[in-house]
T-cell receptor, first 114, second 113 residues
């Protein structure tokens, strides 16, 4: 079974802090994704990566950056956390070039910025 | 660009009855895939069922089936014999030529005993 592990289920940080959300997958997937989920808005793509050290902006990249130094690890960074970044963050991984394969998700991180 | 529309923010169903969750999509890609995921209150996203744009038959997985109407661009999820454990958020998603999925806003399903 594919396992996608997010470092924290719940996280509370203060405005202005630099926040790191970590995600690790164990199935050698090329693609990794970070989503933000807010009630009534569904999942919105922040960034994705299709290879080590490669990254692409998604629909809402402002205020975020990412890092992928190793294939299995994809980190989301909030450079200077703000209260409007309070949300549920979901990491996912998947195979490249296969349209019929689902994504595999972590359990999510509920982030509160005070 | 691709888009998913889920028009039902919330749905209620009696235990053991069937329920249909609506999903319409828009894409310019001739080849695409449609997915349904379930998200219980605990937060994890669980893959339920997949339908390819060229598949001739509607997909089925146990109590889940997908009512795929290509001309209408709809891919509705049908859950038969609802169970209390089916209470969750349900998301429809599409993957086209970019291989990057687009998700809908989700439908909250509550199953009453």
């Amino acid at each position: 079974d594919v396992k996608v592990t997010q470092s924290s289920r719940y996280l509370v940080k203060r405005t202005g802090e630099k926040v790191f959300l970590e995600c690790v997958q164990d199935m050698d997937h090329e693609n990794m994704f970070w989503y933000r989920q807010d009630p009534g808005l569904g999942l919105r793509l922040i960034y994705f990566s299709y290879d080590v050290k490669m990254k692409e902006k998604g629909d809402i990249p402002e205020g975020y950056s990412v890092s992928r130094e190793k294939k299995e690890r994809f980190s989301l960074i909030l450079e200077s956390a703000s209260t409007n970044q309070t949300s549920m963050y979901l990491c996912a991984s998947g195979l490249t070039g296969l349209r019929n394969q689902p994504q595999h998700f972590g359990d999510g991180t509920r982030l509160s910025i005070l | 660009a691709q888009k998913i529309t889920q028009t039902q923010p919330g749905m209620f169903v009696q235990e053991k009855e069937a329920v249909t969750l609506d999903c319409t999509y828009d894409t310019s890609d001739p080849s695409y895939g449609l997915f349904w995921y379930k998200q219980p209150s605990s937060g994890e996203m669980i893959f339920l069922i997949y339908q390819g744009s060229y598949d001739q038959q509607n997909a089925t997985e146990g109590r889940y089936s997908l009512n795929f109407q290509k001309a209408r661009k709809s891919a509705n999820l049908v859950i038969s014999a609802s169970q209390l454990g089916d209470s969750a958020m349900y998301f429809c998603a599409i993957t086209g030529g970019s291989y990057i999925p687009t998700f809908g806003r989700g439908t909250s399903l509550i199953v009453h005993p």
